[in-house]
């Protein structure tokens, strides 16, 4: 089901999504790995808003730093990995934005490597739940971003305090392993969550929540009926004996 779908929206911190894709088809590629050295400039280390509270000077592992993204939704991390691997926030935005071209997101504009409200003279991100969707189904034919964005709990640093994961869905529902949750004033709260169960995988978009808690009972409602419409149908081939399947399809009811 869909309600105002095609309503251009910012996405706040589901942007990061785009930065999981673009990593992880860079380690696919062999561009980097997840060891390479990145380090924290003056810029990233003042992003604001959640963050892990990264250090100028600091010099930390692409691995490390995705774990900050992907579980704590830090904008120093984010930051610090766009300019580490693209050079600039720039370059980084220049990246996103074509990526999103090639997967047809034809209402959504980058203009921001975390989500943050625009600063005075900048434009903000925008995009729509059905891009969303669209950037979630990409994301979670990825067993490495189903690994970060699954992971309930992060502790950063040695002796730190054990950060939670933004997505409460992960302990609410059976299957839920990601995607990503996004909340700042103009936006509401948002998430872009998806479940798999019985390999069947669903994927749900809310934005523009105006409570919490309602996102994830919102994602949880959406998945829940998404779920039970499932059927499964036994494909034979002709002349085959029926009970000898040569492949299963999903449908809905």
Known sequence: SESNADIRRPPASMVKMMQMLLVAEGLHEGAWTLDKQINVS???EHMGGTQVYLAAGETWTLGQLMEA????????AAMAIAEGLWGSEEAYKLRANERA????????????????????????????ARDMALLGRICVQDPLILKWTSQRELQFRPNESIKHSTNKLLWQMDGCDGIKTGYIRD???CITASACRDDVRLIA????????QERFSSAKRLLEEGFAQVCRKEL??????VGDPVAVANCET
């Open 42 to 44: 003056r810029h990233a």
């Open 69 to 76: 993204v992907s579980v704590a939704s830090a904008n120093d």
């Open 205 to 212: 978009v809310v934005m523009g929540d105006k409570r919490k």
């Open 101 to 128: 071209a090639e997967l047809g997101m034809t209402n959504t504009v980058f203009n921001s490597v975390h989500g943050l409200p625009p600063s005075p003279g900048e434009e903000p991100d925008h995009t729509t």
């Open 236 to 241: 034979v081939a002709a002349g085959q004996a």
């Open 187 to 189: 936006a509401g709260f």
